[in-house]
T-cell receptor, first 111, second 113 residues
Framework: NAGVTQTPKFHILKIGQSMTLQCTQDMNHNYMYWYRQDPGMGLKLIYYSVGAGITDKGEVPNGYNVSRSTTEDFPLRLELAAPSQTSVYFC??????????FGPGTRLLVL | DQQVKQNSPSLSVQEGRISILNCDYTNSMFDYFLWYKKYPAEGPTFLISISSIKDKNEDGRFTVFLNKSAKHLSLHIVPSQPGDSAVYFCAASESNTGNQFYFGTGTSLTVIP
């Protein structure tokens, strides 16, 4: 039981490039979330999903897209990367609105 | 617009003593609160939670207190151990939505041996 896994662990992206951060959970959780954490700040919710085929915006969705085609996977897409998207990205999953289990994070640097 | 605030960025405590971490919130609709612990280069891990129908919840060395009228919660760790050194985040949500958790900015706890 691996829990929540994220890839890559670290990535450097050039301004204007695009990439997808991967997130997979093996706990059969229906809820999945993407957060970003900037230095000295708390976690901010980007997008979340309550089940396959259903996604919704969080606090800071601009510049990101998500999809949820399976229960296990919840990739986060960055289009036209900007320096403001330099951050640590955490994926999490949970049963209906309960305690969230987090992945180890992806450190993204946009230069 | 920070709805959950942790006003102490850092706290140092001697091993064996009590650690008290504080958290304030502004949204009176929040009724479910959690504390997470985070080590460097790892994701947050769940520590303890409390719903608004209670004013205290205890789990081993960890106790969370909720004061709804003051919109304040606190985490007590007794006795503190060096392994407790980490960043602690409080988070809050409206349980009838269950979808959006709002996190504080974290308090970095250092337990001195």
């Amino acid at each position: 039981n691996a829990g929540v896994t994220q890839t890559p662990k670290f990535h450097i992206l050039k301004i204007g490039q695009s990439m997808t951060l991967q997130c997979t959970q093996d706990m059969n959780h229906n809820y999945m979330y993407w957060y970003r954490q900037d230095p000295g700040m708390g976690l901010k919710l980007i997008y979340y999903s309550v089940g396959a085929g259903i996604t919704d915006k969080g606090e800071v969705p601009n510049g990101y897209n998500v999809s949820r085609s399976t229960t296990e996977d919840f990739p986060l897409r960055l289009e036209l990367a900007a320096p403001s998207q330099t951050s640590v990205y955490f994926c999490a999953s949970s049963y209906v609105g309960e305690t969230q289990y987090f992945g180890p994070g992806t450190r993204l640097l946009v230069l | 617009d920070q709805q959950v605030k942790q006003n102490s960025p850092s706290l140092s405590v001697q091993e064996g003593r009590i650690s008290i971490l504080n958290c304030d919130y502004t949204n009176s609709m929040f009724d479910y609160f959690l504390w997470y612990k985070k080590y460097p280069a790892e994701g947050p891990t769940f520590l303890i939670s409390i719903s608004s129908i209670k004013d205290k919840n205890e789990d081993g060395r960890f106790t969370v207190f909720l004061n709804k009228s003051a919109k304040h919660l606190s985490l007590h760790i007794v006795p503190s151990q060096p392994g407790d050194s980490a960043v602690y985040f409080c988070a809050a949500s409206e349980s009838n939505t269950g979808n959006q958790f709002y996190f504080g900015t974290g308090t970095s706890l250092t337990v001195i041996p």
